[in-house]
């Protein structure tokens, strides 16, 4: 079944619920939808389409609305491969259709697959007329790739945003956040945009700029729902997590070879919430999904992170949580650590120098705890936690 989102308007997209890591890296529990979109009027547009896999699925769509009427134009937001991968397919069954992306995008095409003909570049503000219903373009570059843009129906004051506003999860049913229960989005919207997009805090407010001098009554992203009654908590959401403000809360994250570096963080934790802290997280980073500790470090405005020393160096899934978070940028986070060791000293000192090199703020000193953990340590886990909740208390 095709849903109409308004009238000349339909979703065509599918959904993915094989994969099982998102740009080989990213875990999908809940699967994840590829969105396209088919605005008819006396022409016909397809904005984005799929994953090539499901090239099949998206042209049984489209026909289920056209029959044998040809596409004219196929918009192109965004290049990433899970967007644009049935463009030669499409070419081949639509050879007339007209291929409308920025220079960059159209550059991305003839790279990627070897298209250069048929095309239209679009620019900002240009407009393009389907009978009936118009699309005008905006570029938003860096969102998360450089050639990234918009599409604009002014007529039906819909936004097709590219990846903008995106989140993983399939779709179960329901295409419109009016036709579903969107509370379990919404960390799916933040994990999303943790390892996908949280590097681009900037592009994204500029992006945000442009969608609000619109009058937006819908939002067709390429993940996720198509936003009509929560696009106020979308925008919310997006310009939090890119302004990297994080909420009160506190994630720590530790690795431990032999469980003494687990106490401890058991320990600060039910200390975090003696103390009346109730956003705690607690990760054991050898096993904890990357993907979900990245979300709550973009979540939560506090992290604490322990590690053993190891081989005289950080242990490694410590080590590969702290690249992931310097690879975001995230400017700001305060920022507690603790570390262990048996013989020789080195992780403390080097979560210490990580918060320098960040130029976040170090809410006191590290924590080195020589060899096992007992009720003499239990003073020092007090300490870093009342450095935590009194730095809380000032802001």
């Not at 644009?84 to 920025?102: D, F, H, K, Q």
């Not at 779709?171 to 949280?198: F, K, N, T």
């Not at 109730?278 to 904890?288: D, M």
Request: charged share 25%; aromatic share 10%; glycine share 8%.
């Amino acid at each position: 079944m095709i849903t109409e989102i308004h009238p000349g308007i339909y979703y065509v997209g599918v959904n993915d619920r094989t994969t099982t890591r998102f740009e080989s890296l990213w875990s999908l529990p809940q699967g994840v939808s590829y969105n396209a979109y088919l605005v008819v009027g006396e022409k016909v547009a397809l904005i984005d389409t799929v994953e090539e896999a499901f090239a099949g699925r998206l042209e049984a769509n489209i026909r289920e609305i056209i029959a044998d009427r040809k596409i004219d134009y196929l918009m192109v937001n965004h290049m990433e491969p899970d967007h644009s991968s049935s463009i030669a397919a499409l070419r081949r069954i639509y050879p007339e259709m007209r291929i409308v992306g920025n220079a960059k995008a159209l550059q991305m095409i003839a790279g990627f697959y070897g298209i250069d003909g048929g095309m239209v570049e679009a620019k900002e503000n240009d407009t393009l007329d389907l009978g009936g219903l118009t699309l005008t373009f905006q570029m938003i570059p860096m969102v998360h790739w450089p050639e990234t843009m918009v599409t604009w129906c002014p007529e039906r004051r819909t936004l097709f945003s590219g990846d903008a506003f995106g989140t993983f999860g399939a779709l179960d049913g329901g295409i419109v956040d009016s036709q579903i229960d969107p509370e379990r989005y919404w960390d799916e919207m933040r994990r999303y945009y943790a390892c996908i997009v949280g590097k681009y805090g900037a592009p994204v407010q500029r992006a945000l700029q442009k969608v609000r001098a619109l009058p937006v009554e819908t939002i067709c992203s390429t993940h996720g729902p198509v936003w009509q009654r929560e696009i106020g908590r979308v925008l919310d959401v997006y310009d939090r997590l890119s302004r990297y403000e994080g909420e009160r809360g506190a994630v720590v994250a530790y690795a431990s070879m032999y469980g003494n570096t687990e106490r401890m963080a058991e320990r600060i934790a039910r200390e975090l919430v003696a103390g009346g802290m109730r956003q705690v997280r607690v990760y054991n980073l050898s096993y904890a999904d990357p993907s979900v500790v990245l979300r709550d470090v973009f979540r939560f405005d506090t992290l604490i992170v322990g590690s053993p020393t190891y081989n005289g160096a950080l242990f490694p899934p410590v080590a590969e949580l702290l690249d992931r978070i310097a690879a975001r940028c995230i400017p700001e986070r305060k920022f507690g650590c603790f570390g262990s060791f048996t013989w020789c000293g080195a992780a403390a000192r080097l979560l210490g120098e990580f918060a320098q090199k960040m130029k976040w703020k170090q809410l006191c000193e590290p924590v080195e705890m020589c060899q096992g953990f007992g009720p003499e340590w239990y003073e020092s886990c007090r300490k870093l936690v009342g450095c935590v909740l009194n730095d809380r208390s000032e802001h």
